[in-house]
């Protein structure tokens, strides 16, 4: 089993930044992926932005040039730093990681963006 423990979320106002970590620790054979996944209340969970362990990245239409996600391969760690952050990110943000071919989850972190 792969856990995932995220932090960073929090309050913060339009147009300011905030930085969300994801570490995943266990019994890991090797993680393909990590990103980060978002809902809000009466949507579907949707993709903010992935990493491969090769490096390649993915985002979702709304963060782009906004968003940045990061990797760490040999912490098993992921980084998403949120610049120019606006309403329709309050969300809550969920940490996702594959693991050969097996996704988990982390328990969600709130992002509150205020006016």
């Known amino acids: 089993q792969v856990q995932l423990v995220e932090s960073g979320g929090g309050l913060v106002q339009v147009g300011g930044s905030l930085t969300l970590s994801c570490a995943a620790s266990?019994?890991?054979?090797?993680?393909?992926?990590m990103g980060w996944y978002r809902r809000t209340p009466g949507k579907q969970r949707q993709l903010v932005a992935s990493i491969t362990s090769g490096g390649f990245t993915n985002y979702g239409d709304s963060v782009k040039g906004r968003f940045t996600i990061s990797g760490d391969n040999a912490k098993n760690t992921v980084f998403l730093q949120m610049n120019s952050l606006n309403l329709e990110d309050t969300a809550v943000y969920y940490c996702?990681?594959?693991?050969?071919?097996?996704?988990?989850w982390g328990q969600g972190t709130q992002v509150t963006v205020s006016s």
């Open positions: 996702n990681a594959w693991d050969v071919g097996t996704p988990y």
């Open positions: 266990g019994t890991i054979s090797k993680i393909n992926s």
